[in-house]
């Protein structure tokens, strides 16, 4: 008997989902959106201060993928490809809005926490401040120091496949990424954080 796709399609590397969505498997192409759904959406999020927008912003990166599907040649790590797409689409949906006169006019919306099953109450509300603080923190950050630290912090990327998504050197990654943990802390300790 044959295995069902999803039973078989998550053992495939990204780039091996490309190449078959690439000969029409739309399979092939539906597991990568499942695979990188939630880090794109998260990464937009934290760009935009907006989880309607995130999601507007993010599914467009999925559909501009698509699109230029035939193109997609493996020189990088897939993450890096994808998240460059989500990167230009965010700085441009930013611009607009800044163009547009709106600015962030909503606060930042939160990723929830994992599960607080067993926490004592006054670790819960310690742990809800300090999330508060830093999602708070991010958003007042300028797009160019958000996108670094979340890049590397939130999604875990490392210095080269930042490098490549921002297209600039790893030095510049470095001294960006230095910048905005120390601008992050100083926004904490204003909003109202203990010094870190």
Partial sequence: MEAKADEWMPQLDDWELVARAQAGDENAFAMLVRRYQVPVIHFCQRMTGSAEDAEDVAQEAFVRLHRHLKRLKPQARFSTVLFGIARN??????????????????????????????????????????????????????????????????????????????????????????????????RLVSLGGEEI
Avoid: F, W
């Avoid at 607080?116 to 819960?124: K, L, T, Y």
């Avoid at 508060?132 to 080269?160: K, N, T, W």
């Fill in 89 to 186: 689409l965010t700085l441009n949906y930013l611009r607009d809005m800044k163009r547009r006169g709106r600015g962030q006019s909503r606060p930042l919306e939160t990723c929830p926490l994992p599960d607080a099953e067993g926490r004592r109450p006054d670790v819960e509300a310690r742990m809800g401040e300090i999330e508060r603080l830093l999602e708070e923190g991010i958003a007042r950050l300028s797009p160019a120091h958000r996108e670094v630290l979340v890049l590397r912090e939130i999604q875990g990327l490392d210095y080269d496949a930042i490098a490549t998504v921002l297209k600039c050197r790893k030095g510049t990654v470095k001294s960006r990424l230095a910048r905005a943990r120390e601008q992050l802390r100083q």
